[in-house]
């Protein structure tokens, strides 16, 4: 939510991921040191690297696709990356089959998010002004889009591997990995024109800093006891299904048919989810 307001209220989205990777960074040093977990172990360094790096990859790639095309299928295609940690959920440490309704549920989940993402696609382009042209363009950013998915599911893929294999150094890996995509996306804050201070930019980077500690925390700890084939279809598909019922509800957005189908589906999938958890 504050990252949109940012944005509309001319927010530059590197600077205040800067300020949201620092404070999130900090607040998890602070509290992983408190707790005892190790900051400077090789591991958590190691996961913690890989992790960053491809968070500061996924935005420099996010920021590119929707320059130049439309937001739902760029978000869908980020959000498509739970692939990756869902299949090496079954491959790692002991590989096995999953469950008929494991399927079923993943694979709602997915396409509640293709449905959700061309819906957004098709309201904006039912909007006077939109040019014709969007659907060239996005064909045009395949390779980028294509890319995309594949760092923002190494990225996932990486946090429930560490989740498992680091499931006592939680807050230290959310400590380590922000530091690492803090310094990676600093270069591009430098190159941003007038690279100044501003509150719209720094007040939502620190307080989504201090929640990004908490949910990152809760999917790290999440994944280690449940399974990412749960936790990461849960994390990415809830808030969007929550946000257009709140939209439609409380503030009147109007849903189509493919936006009510997603949100049908994603909540039949997350459900089935549930079930194979129990």
């Not at 509309?8 to 509290?31: C, E, K, N, Q």
């Amino acid at each position: 939510m504050l990252n949109r307001w940012t944005v509309r209220h001319d927010g530059r989205p590197a600077i205040y991921s800067f300020w949201l990777l620092l404070v999130s960074a900090s607040v998890g040093g602070v509290l992983a040191a408190a707790f005892g977990q190790p900051l400077l172990s090789r591991e958590v360094w190691l996961f913690g690297s890989i992790i960053g790096l491809c968070y500061a990859g996924c935005l420099k790639l996010m920021l590119f696709c929707l320059q130049h095309g439309p937001s739902g299928p760029v978000v869908a295609v980020n959000n498509m990356g739970l692939v990756w940690p869902v299949t090496a959920a079954f491959l790692f440490p002991d590989p096995r089959l999953p469950s008929f309704l494991t399927v079923l549920g993943v694979l709602s989940v997915c396409a509640a998010l293709i449905l959700l993402g061309v819906a957004r696609k098709s309201a904006r382009n039912a909007t006077p002004g939109n040019s014709a042209g969007t659907g060239s363009r996005a064909r045009s950013l395949g390779p980028a889009m294509f890319l995309l998915w594949v760092v923002a599911g190494l990225s996932m893929m990486f946090q429930a591997i560490a989740a498992k294999r680091l499931p006592n150094s939680p807050l230290a890996l959310v400590s380590v990995m922000s530091f690492v995509a803090c310094a990676a996306v600093l270069p591009m804050c430098v190159r941003t024109s007038r690279p100044r201070v501003r509150p719209n930019e720094v007040v939502p980077g620190i307080i989504t800093g201090m929640v990004q500690v908490i949910t990152a925390f809760a999917i790290l700890v999440g994944t280690a006891r449940l399974g990412a084939q749960i936790v990461f279809p849960f994390v990415i598909a809830t808030p969007i299904i929550i946000m257009l019922m709140v939209g439609h509800f409380a503030y009147k957005d109007r849903l189509g048919r493919l936006a009510w189908a997603g949100c049908l589906l994603g909540a039949l999938g997350l459900v089935l989810l549930v079930l194979t958890g129990t």
